[in-house]
């Protein structure tokens, strides 16, 4: 399991938001991350407790901090607000002594720690906090087993965790992690207007993708193709939208929504406005 922790953090710098004058971004120390908070919420060199993303808080919690509309059956996710990547979010430190829910992981009120945590020091335990893992859905003839040449994505460290891990001007080899993946028959919007099945594209095809900062369906060449060919172990799902086009793939795949940004083909509902589904 890749490194998981809700802890105090010092915030280490605040900036304006480009696009909304009633919000800002607050810088972690010793974090890649990024936070949006309402304006003059906290200020450089406050100590906030973090509460990173794919925590899974327990509806008494996230109800005393008022998060829990934004949260995804529990889960933290990330979100765009105003166009700004918000990674997890801040709370007081204060209610870690405060709140009072030293019973909520099976530990008895009066045994609770009320002295304030140390800066880094891990207290999900406390709030009953637990890191999501993706279930594991076993179907007719499947085996409950990791798959040769994939490792876990929850067994991968951050680098946002480890920001003094590279220093400037070291080489480095960058490769992407990619989550989700789409069926071998899932159809490929072509410039000329045409669809071709993913499978079927090959390298210097000129293709249709969604550029977010313009907002728009722009022209590009493929460049590469990866084809995996180990089985996947999860499900497939098949999404149908309403203008009758369907997308088959795999349960962590992320889709582009304009109400809520990226989010998993799993925790997709009716009410999700799917860019692109026009």
Sequence with gaps: MSKFVVAPVTISEIKPHPNADRLEIAMIEGLLYQVVVGKDNC???????YVPLDAVI????????????????GKVRAARLRG??????????????????????????????????ELGEDVAWYYGIEKFVPPIKIGQGEQDKDVPGFPKYTDIENLHNYPELIEA????????KIHGCLHRDSKVRLVNGEESPMSEISVGDQVLSYDEDSDSFVEGEVEDVVVQEKRYPGHWMKLTFDNGRD??????????????????????SEDDDIVGDE
Aim: aromatic content about 6%; glycine content about 6%; overall charge negative.
């Design 58 to 73: 327990p509806e008494p919690v996230s109800d005393h901090w008022n998060v829990t509309q934004y949260l995804s059956k």
């Design 247 to 268: 997308l088959i793939c795999t349960e962590d795949h992320k889709i582009l929504t304009r109400n809520r940004g990226w989010v998993t083909a799993a925790d997709l």
């Design 169 to 176: 001007q070291e080489p480095v080899v960058v490769t992407e």
């Design 84 to 117: 700004e990547t918000s990674s997890g979010f801040l709370a007081p430190i204060e209610a870690v002594c405060d709140a009072g829910f030293g019973g909520v992981n099976d530990i008895p009120l009066n045994l609770r720690d009320d002295r304030v945590p």
């Design 43 to 49: 200020q450089a060199g406050d100590v906030m407790l």
